[in-house]
């Protein structure tokens, strides 16, 4: 469980396809369980103050689905990152991108 960390959340002027990678990577550990986030936005995304690590955080909205649904969930989840991302490149605001 992480209850402390040092970093600042994922924004337009931090986001690096470095950082895109590192975060697909983060989102494929946690699908691999079985977990769905839940809640993809960049605020929910700190990046170390090296740019070396990502944390997902506030997993509240966070599922564990069974194999019936799971599938379908990730499919969505994966969406909205792709969604995120294009927003972040764009340096667009958004749902995903406040």
Same mark, same amino acid.
């Given at each position: 469980m992480l209850t402390c960390w040092q970093g600042s959340q994922l924004k337009h002027s931090?986001?690096?396809?470095?950082?895109?990678?590192k975060i697909r990577e983060a +989102?494929?550990?946690i699908h691999t369980y079985g977990v769905i986030h839940g809640d993809v936005g960049a605020h929910n995304i700190i990046?170390?103050?090296?740019?070396?690590?990502?944390?997902?955080?506030?997993?509240?909205a966070g599922q564990f689905l069974s194999d019936e649904y799971r599938?379908?969930?990730?499919r969505r989840e994966m969406e909205d990152l792709r969604c995120m991302?294009?927003?972040?490149?764009?340096?667009?605001?958004?749902? +995903?991108?406040?």
């Amino acid at each position: 469980m992480l209850t402390c960390w040092q970093g600042s959340q994922l924004k337009h002027s931090n986001f690096t396809p470095q950082i895109e990678s590192k975060i697909r990577e983060a +989102y494929g550990a946690i699908h691999t369980y079985g977990v769905i986030h839940g809640d993809v936005g960049a605020h929910n995304i700190i990046i170390s103050p090296d740019g070396q690590r990502v944390w997902i955080i506030d997993f509240e909205a966070g599922q564990f689905l069974s194999d019936e649904y799971r599938d379908p969930a990730i499919r969505r989840e994966m969406e909205d990152l792709r969604c995120m991302f294009e927003d972040l490149r764009m340096g667009k605001r958004s749902q +995903y991108v406040f």
